[in-house]
């Protein structure tokens, strides 16, 4: 029988030597990693990185390239890489007009942006305010001139409760369209009572409650006051609709107070 041959001796590394080649291995790696920072900041630096074009992808109606311009390139700071998107998307949003901007980088030297308008559908606090109200019930403020819509309605309430009365408009404004007049101011007071302006000048309290109530007692108005007046629109002054069963009415030109009577003499 043959014996095995006896394995090959292996000498194990003094423990010194071994720190020595690990310290050695991780110098290398620190070396690398520096050396590879360094030249993708020099690269990143290049003026071919810098931005060139910023390109807006959907229409505007209240923005252009000039007004965008203005507003937004003294407050890009940066190249493709190093630009802060968040940043740039703040400096969109500052625009008047603009709601909502996303951005997105397009190598080498491309922004590509996405803008959402506000949609103005009433003015805010004030005739001669240059604050409106979106769609969402956010209130936005643009400059008087940049106002086209003049027959937009005025809404009035307290801080933070423009999406309430926003809400309460939409809860009411088509009733009144029924009969054949339109709404163009609704307020909601500091003590939380509803009161509208119609387009012909009467002024309807509708007193406590959330859109849902008012819009009730609107409906049983609207159901019932044509058979007051043949011409609401004209004739009506005033409206209490806070009344549980019913409502109470003054039309111009009418009166309860006797002709031959001292109070109508005086």
């Known amino acids: 029988m043959r014996r095995a041959a006896p394995a090959p001796f292996m000498r194990t590394l003094p423990l010194d030597v071994r720190l020595m080649n690990h310290v050695a291995f991780a110098f290398m790696l620190v070396f690398a990693a520096m050396s590879l920072s360094t030249a993708l900041s020099w690269l990143a630096k290049q003026p071919v990185f810098s931005l060139k074009t910023i390109q807006v992808e959907n229409e505007l109606t209240h923005s252009n390239a000039a007004t965008l311009r203005a507003n937004v390139a003294p407050k890009l700071a940066g190249n493709f890489f ?12 500052t625009v008047p007009w603009v709601r909502h901007a996303v ?22 606090g ?12 956010e209130i936005f403020e643009v400059n008087q001139g940049d106002v086209e819509a003049e027959d937009l309605p ?15 408009f939409n809860a009411v404004a ?76 003054k039309l111009r030109g009418v009166t309860t107070v006797a002709v031959g009577s001292k109070q109508n003499k005086k």
């Not at 190093?82 to 949003?93: G, K, V």
């Not at 005025?154 to 309460?168: D, M, N, S």
């Open 174 to 249: 088509p009733l009144f369209e029924e009969l054949d007049t339109s709404l163009n101011e609704l307020e909601l007071t500091n003590r939380g009572s509803w009161r509208a302006l119609l387009e012909g000048g009467a002024v309807i309290e509708m007193g406590l409650g959330s859109p849902a109530d008012i819009q009730a007692r609107v409906q049983r108005f609207v159901a019932t006051v044509a058979q007051t007046s043949s011409k609401f629109d004209r004739n009506l002054e005033s409206a209490d609709l806070r009344y549980p069963n019913g409502y109470a009415i």
């Open 126 to 137: 004030t005739d001669t305010d240059a604050r409106l109200v979106n769609n969402f019930g």
């Open 82 to 93: 190093t630009l802060d998107l968040a940043q740039t998307r703040s400096a969109f949003e």
């Open 154 to 168: 005025l809404l009035k309430g307290p801080q933070g409760q423009a999406a309430l009365v926003l809400r309460g």
């Open 103 to 124: 951005v997105r980088r397009e190598f080498p030297d491309r922004l590509r942006v996405v803008l959402q308008e506000h949609q103005a559908v009433a003015f805010w």
